[in-house]
């Protein structure tokens, strides 16, 4: 279509639409498409400007006025394109007169001005004949139009006046407002005051306002006038210059701005008139007004708020264009060869764009030369192209010296910028040229060209043997390509000569392929490039015609030169490689020689003959010989495709024969000589059979549908039969001795093991009635003679073909009993069972690398036993480990003897992805072991010593066993262990055997995840509030296995295996997929003290954690945990004693004496507190400091069913916290009792002060007394004493006194002992103590302390007595009577008896 109109200008009688269409589709994909090709790139813009110049053409024609407005197109770059042909170049020259003559015009172009002005074509043309009748009858019915609103908004405005006048006089009509008495007698306000209603109507009339459509400059005016009649040519011709501006010259800068109004919404346009300002009346603040506030109507009319701004409609903002004709560096780039990505020249991507800078400029930047750079050739790169007229100069100068690397692709691409940008146009004519260019000015001259040429051919000779360097090659060919318009005869000779040494280099290559050794995998890349450098040398040889067939005539051998080249091409390229698999500089490689084929299609085809035809024909195609071909003929509608009929010599039906003769492209009925078509290609029995894209060179065979192989693979040469109908394929192997064909694999479904089937090709054998399993590595050196195994179909046994050893067969019953036993280990589809002998299997496990033996036991000869070769232990008879309850996958083993040197079982468990499923009693994992992940099994010896799985060196191994005992986890201890599931998972996570410095590998990587999501995750719900939580529990683990600590580990495994990942750069950083929040922390806060110590993350793993402190008593541990095998049959026996709810007291004990009375500061009584708070408050107490509590609750819990099962959960818990049995059985023993109506009700007492004496001691109540006495002095001044007797002495009377003292004192001291014993074994009453002289005060209150503490501990033995009365209840029933009843009814007991007791 682009061809059409360019060469037919009528065409624009189509529609200008339609012409606009195709314009922008061509703008948008050639700017994809020749991103990095810069002739193609130049061709385009050479193609749009041509487009542009006819459009413009027309539009002038049909508008005189558009003549004196400028286009706006920057000619500038023409200077830039890359044009190879001397009619491209005399056309670019009549273009850049026409646009250079267009902007020499006085007015602004069509999209020049950012705003209307008064130079705008769109006010200008208000007096242009073709226009100004419908721009000014339009511009004057729009005016006309707003006057018409004007003036009804001026009637609407005084009908609103004069409805809020009379509501204002309907309102002053009456006198006053309507009033009522309320209940208390006051006037009120009546809501249906008429006064009131109409004043608030009269208030409430309002208008809303009117903006003009149309802003008061003519200018704008007219413009947007303009913009609703603009006639189709204008608008189309100024977008397609507008595309060309933003896209392609990128004049266009695009400003960041909101475009509030389009003035033409509805038309499909790119270039456009808006409003960068919204109207008057969008704002919510002038959209309506109350009339009592508006003097007249002219205040809700508005003018027009929005401006004119030229925009652009597809990314709604405005625009500057460029109008200094300096051009952008991308558009430079676009038409310029790209080496920024060549690590050895990018530096030199500026030297090569323009030719505008310097030597010296060249020399002041020699410090960015690379080091893999000589400054040398820094330097001569650089200054090639520095100045016009020098760049042809400076080519032979490096030519001479050999002073740049030919061979390199930077180079040719230097080369070939010189050669062919346009540059700046010369001033006069040369030679009656009138369009040379200034860098061609010594293409003018005859002894440059000769000297030129004789380099050249200098260079060819050396060259012309070295296939590897093709660059060299195009070098001499794009050089005398570009003088042979110049020097025709000398540069065509050369040119043939290039042509000659690209041919053999055609011939030699193929000579190399066919000799080389392809059934060597290595060979395979290099089997590729020598078919890249076999498509380079024909393109070159392709090139070599590109001086258009009219200058020379083509002769028969360069007809068949052409030819050959061209099928190359398309063999190797379309055929194999396609445009995905080439470089950039391939692919513009083969885009040159397509452009070339449509330069010389005519003159080519005017040469062709049939006789050329079939000498081709016999070359290239092997069974051509096989028969006669009729009359070649031409498609009217593709002169360049002919076709013919070959009639085989055997009675086969004819065959269509079809040749694209500008391609290459050859057809025998359809299918394309040299490969095979692309139906067998894309089968799936074809890309099974030769490791996926295995290219054949393959001859269509006389019979439809069957292809054979051109030469041999391994030996053999291959057949392959298509059935077009029924889409199906047969490959036969033909070989000396016989022939093979194609199975697939899907036949053999059931018969054979699963990794036969999948993991082998299989070739039947017609001659000897086998299959063979054979790699599927097409490039395997043995891949046809030494296959795995064979079928023999005869006595359907599969064996092994190196030892001979027969595979078992899946169905029998040996199979089916051994691998029910292995697939714990390994999935019954990769298992391999050998018969070795009658009584002697070998199991193999490939996947694993393990092998197994099947022999007779030794002591029992009925008995096999599954020994492991590598390991030298056996299969263990119990699976039973007592620990990773609920694994499903797992297989132990132990050692051969009982005597042998390696007593430790070993468990090996396989590596796959684990689900977890619920059941009961306990849930249940399994591993998928038929999709294993790397290693394929983790091994793991069973330490009966230490009690525990042992990973050995193994960091992922340690890390998988603590996820195995974290996913079996439960509330009950494992007995081997002695541990919980996580408890033993902490235990491994928090030492040296899980820690690692050094970034994890993949498989620990995934470990690591894995545990951290046995967490719960925990999330605000909803998430942007923090009023509520939801929990996503792990799927079918229990919530008591699902531990918060989880995340805090592997988040510090994950921090400190990266500390020094700098050090390891190969290794990737994987970020846990597990995230957690606040949430965990603290509900890990919560919880911490209910953990066992082995459950708790260190203070290591968390450090900004703040931990729970258990403080200690400085006392001696009373008690001592029991072993973890005792706990288990603890929790049995009170889970049994709870649901059958009686007891059992083994022995006569003292434990509740003990456990309360002992060498303490105080004790606990009972505090009222509920056994659900004992749970929370007491977890981290000692337990002697609410027992109490704990019995109070015992005899309060009565026939009530949910009291009792709580009750169980309480002693289960005690038992883990190592509460002794004893203790745990006397409660269940109260609990039972007080249900039947027996109560032995504790002290109401809080504290008990110890140690204490629970009898009466008058040895302390004397020791009050004397503490209380007053002394001597204090007695005598008191008048305590009898007067002195008549001649007395002073030291008599004195002695006499304090003899009285202590006398009163001892008599004093005997009767307050006595009333304190009475009160104290009367228990009721008040102490009473004589007032005497002799004590303080306080004498009384600490006697009565001293008594009541006597009282408290005294109750608290009487209790525990009637506890130890308790216990002999199951004994001697006949106890029950000295026991102390809450009722007054004899309640019988029975004596229990238990098979466990």
Known sequence: VINQLVDNPTILRWGYPKVKEIFLSYVTMGKSYYQSDPFGAGRMILVLLSILRIIDVDVTSIHPMLKQHRTSINTTVMQHLLLKHREEQRFLCGLEHYFTSRNSATYPSLIEEANPTLESFSFRCRKETALSNSINTKLENWLNEIEREKRKKTNEFYEKQDQWRNLREESNKISEHTQWTNHRGYQMHSADCQKCKFSEQASQVKMSFYEEELPQSKVQQYAIVFEHIIPKEIECYRDMVFSFAKDITRGVTLKEGTIHYDWNPSCTQIFSLGSTNKSTTSSHYNQERYLQHADGPEEFIVKCGRNTSYICKTSLSTFELDSSGRLNATVKRFCTFDISSDPVYKTLQIYLDDTKHSQNEVISKQNLCPQNLSLTEWLEFGTLRAGDRLQLRNMYRVLEQNSLRFKDTAILYLLCQALWQTGERHKESIGGDDFVRKSYTDLYNKQFLDEFLNLLEGKLKVHSQNWKDCCVLLVVIEITVRICYFAKETALDLLKGCRKAADSWIVNIKELLRKMVINKKALKDEETKLKLKLVQAACCSILTFSVQGCIIKMREEDILSWLTAMTVIHENVTLDFGAAGLSSFDR????????????????????????????????????????????????????????????????????????????????????????????????????????????????PSAQIGTFITAKSFHGSKFK?????????????????????????????????PYLLKEDYNHWWNKTVEEVEFRSRDFSNTEFCTNPKFVLDLKSKNITEVVSGRRLLDTTTAVFQSISNILKRLEHTDYMHIFKISESELLVELPRMGLNFEVSPNPTNSKMHDIISKEYNMKVSANQNLGTLYGLKQGLLFEPLTIYSSQDLKRLLVPHGQF???????????????????????????????????????????????????????SALLDVFTGLTGTESAFQILQTANAWSCRPYDDASKTIINNIGKLSPRREYYPSHLQDMQKITWPQG??????????????????????????????????????????????????????YSPQARVFDTFEPDFKKTKITKRNTKLLFVATTDIDQIQAIRIIAHLTSTWTSQIKNRTDMAKILLIQNENALSGVQGKKLESCVTRWWGQDFEDYWLDVYNYAIGIGGVNKRRHKWALYLCLKVYRGIPMDVILLLQQVAVAASSGVRILPPKIGRYDLPHSSTFQSNEIVEILLNGVISFDSYFLNGGCTPRKFNETSSGWWARLKNEYISELLNSILPIVSEASNFYQERHGDLTITPNRLFNNSIREKILQKITLWSKHRDLEEFLEGLHLLQEVNRYPEVIKALVYSSNETIPFNHQQFSFE
Not at 737 to 744: A, K, L, Q, R
Not at 1048 to 1065: A, I, Q, T, V
């Open 720 to 752: 392959f039969i298509y059935d077009y109908n029924i889409k199906s394929l047969t490959i036969k192997q033909i070989t000396n001795t016989g022939e093979y064909e194609f199975i697939t694999h899907e036949v053999l479904n059931g018969d054979v």
């Open 588 to 699: 513009n490689l083969i885009r040159r020689v397509k452009e070339v084929g449509v330069d010389i299609e005519k003159h080519l085809c005017s040469e062709m003959n049939g006789k050329i035809l079939d000498c081709f024909i016999f070359m290239h195609w092997s069974d051509a010989e096989t028969g006669v071909t009729e009359c070649w003929e031409s498609y009217k509608s593709h002169p360049q495709v002919y076709h013919t009929l070959f009639c085989p010599k055997d009675d086969y039906n004819p065959l269509l024969l079809q040749f694209d003769v500008v391609l290459g492209n050859f057809l025998v009925q359809g299918a394309n000589v040299g490969r095979l078509p692309a139906q067998v290609v894309n089968h799936r029995d074809f890309t099974r059979a030769f490791s996926g894209s295995f290219i054949f060179e393959c001859q």
């Open 1037 to 1090: 683990l229990p919530s008591l296995a699902a531990h918060d600590g989880y995340y805090f580990l592997c988040k510090k495994l994950e921090n400190d295996s990266n500390r020094l990942w700098f050090l390891y750069p190969n290794q990737k950083r994987d970020q846990a997929e597990v995230q957690q929040n606040a949430l965990a922390k603290r509900e890990y806060d919560r919880c911490e003290k209910f």
């Open 915 to 969: 689900q977890i499923h619920t059941g009961s009693p306990h849930h249940s994992v399994t591993i998928d072991n038929r999709n294993l992940d790397e290693p394929k099994y983790y091994n793991f010896t069973v330490d009966p010593r230490l009690r525990r799985l042992n990973a050995g060196q193994n960091k992922s191994g340690w890390l998988f066993l603590a996820y195995l005992h974290g996913v079996t986890s």
